[in-house]
């Protein structure tokens, strides 16, 4: 099997490209048809371009499964002399189908200082042979946030149960994801 790499990919849409136009060129067929035909190999190359980095194992910025098993992390602080903003990056199974059932895939959280501070302890974790099992959770924004007075009089608004938030869906609502050891499995006495 032969397998092109980036520059050997190019090369096969440049030859794809020649051909249609070739083919637009020397045949009989309307030019409605040979418009709708340069249209769709453009969108097909637009869609090839997207569709390559889910398939070669990048992280997704879809949302991790509800529960997962996670087996490593890796943490981007955000760098101010660069402008990068941070991320996460989790690798996790899907735990729906059982510890083992599920391969595992990459999810790009975005950075937050509460959610670095989780994923280093499950880290620590992972790496003493402790696995460890995600959970994530939905809220809605200020679901869990109550009014609380201070030692002045002053009303503020807290975070009754302390969880890393990350803003999604355009604020509507926050995922809070929390880490535990994953138990022992069962197994029958003999």
Same mark, same amino acid.
């Given at each position: 099997m032969v397998i092109l790499g980036t520059s050997g990919l190019v090369a096969a849409y440049v030859v794809v490209a020649l051909l249609l136009l070739a083919l637009n060129l020397n045949s009989r067929w309307s030019?409605?048809?040979?418009?709708?035909?340069?249209?769709?190999?453009?969108?097909?190359?637009?869609v090839t371009y997207y569709s390559f980095p889910p398939l070669l194992g990048w992280p997704t910025d879809q949302k991790p499964p509800k529960r997962f098993n996670l087996i490593a992390v890796y943490v981007q602080e955000p760098d101010k002399a660069t402008g990068k903003v941070g991320e996460i990056l989790l690798w996790a199974a899907d735990m729906a189908q059982g510890p083992r059932g599920a391969?595992?895939?990459?999810?790009?959280? !975005?950075?937050?200082? $509460? +959610?670095?501070?989780?994923?280093?302890? &499950?880290?620590?974790?992972?790496?003493?042979?402790? !696995?460890?099992?995600? $959970? +994530?959770?939905?809220?809605?924004?200020? &679901?869990?946030?109550?009014?609380?007075s201070s030692a002045g009089g002053e009303q503020k608004k807290v975070d009754t149960q302390a969880r890393a938030a990350e803003s999604v869906a355009g604020g509507q609502s926050s995922a809070i994801i929390d880490f535990y050891d994953l138990p022992d499995p069962l197994f029958p006495e003999k």
């Open positions: 030019w409605p048809v040979k418009a709708v035909a340069i249209v769709v190999v453009s969108a097909l190359y637009v391969e595992p895939r990459a999810y790009r959280m !975005p950075f937050s200082p $509460e +959610l670095h501070q989780k994923v280093e302890e &499950a880290g620590n974790k992972i790496r003493k042979g402790l !696995p460890q099992l995600g $959970e +994530l959770r939905e809220d809605k924004v200020g &679901a869990n946030a109550t009014r609380a």
